[in-house]
């Protein structure tokens, strides 16, 4: 079945510049995260959703980061006035139950390039 | 901060098993052990993850020390297809609870 899609695969950004990245999770999946990959290292938790609910932000870095999931399925990691210390790959994860032992499911991830 | 600690980066020659070990001496008693893998420009694929018992999929195997503060995670037959970063992760019972990285061990399977 299809898996958890992320969209662009690649994005370069001018510092300053706004941008968006999305998400799209396996159907049905109550759980999602976002997470950031700096070069050689492994992924650092961001902010997770449960439906539509934000139930945890405590990873974004600045309010510069902000997500949304408004029905519940696609999100969109928004950041703003982009910097060079911005740059990293953005993974998105699924998973399907919500208070229980689950599995989460990545997607390719997003790589942010900022000049 | 990771709550575990794994060597930086190990070889296996292919068509051996790898055994790629992990320490966690902090373990706390409703935290499990989880694994997941890293392939280059690709997203974390999960393993396999365990409590107490060993564990077998059709990936690997999970063993786990009797006092919870170890285990080593077998590939049977690694492949120039199992190269990647691995992790091992500590996490409580919890569908919330995001997952810790630390940097993993790099497997090189060589032919």
């Known amino acids: 079945g299809a898996g958890v899609s992320q969209s662009p695969r690649y994005k370069v950004a001018k510092r300053g510049q706004d941008v968006a990245l999305r998400c799209d999770p396996i159907?049905?999946?109550?759980?999602l995260f976002w997470y950031q990959q700096a070069l050689g290292q492994g992924p650092e938790f961001l902010t997770y959703f449960q439906n539509e609910a934000q139930l945890d932000k405590s990873g974004l870095p600045s309010d510069r980061f902000f997500a949304e999931r408004p029905e519940g399925s696609v999100s969109t990691l928004k950041i703003q006035r982009t910097q060079q210390e911005d740059s990293a790959v953005y993974l998105c994860a699924s998973s399907t139950r919500q208070g229980f032992l689950d599995t989460q499911y990545f997607g390719p991830g997003t790589r942010l390039t900022v000049l | 901060d990771a709550k575990t600690t794994q060597p930086p980066s190990m070889d296996c020659a292919e068509g051996r098993a790898a055994n790629l070990p992990c320490n966690h001496s902090t373990i706390s008693g409703n935290e499990y052990v989880y694994w997941y893998r890293q392939i280059h420009s690709q997203g974390p694929q999960y393993i396999i993850h365990g409590l107490k018992n060993n564990e077998t999929n059709e990936m690997a195997s999970l063993i786990i020390t009797e006092d919870r503060k170890s285990s080593t995670l077998i590939l049977p037959h690694a492949t120039l297809r199992d190269t990647a970063v691995y992790y091992c992760i500590v996490r409580v019972n919890s569908g919330n609870t995001p997952l810790v990285f630390g940097k993993g061990t790099r497997l090189s399977v060589i032919a």
């Open positions: 159907s049905g999946h109550v759980s």
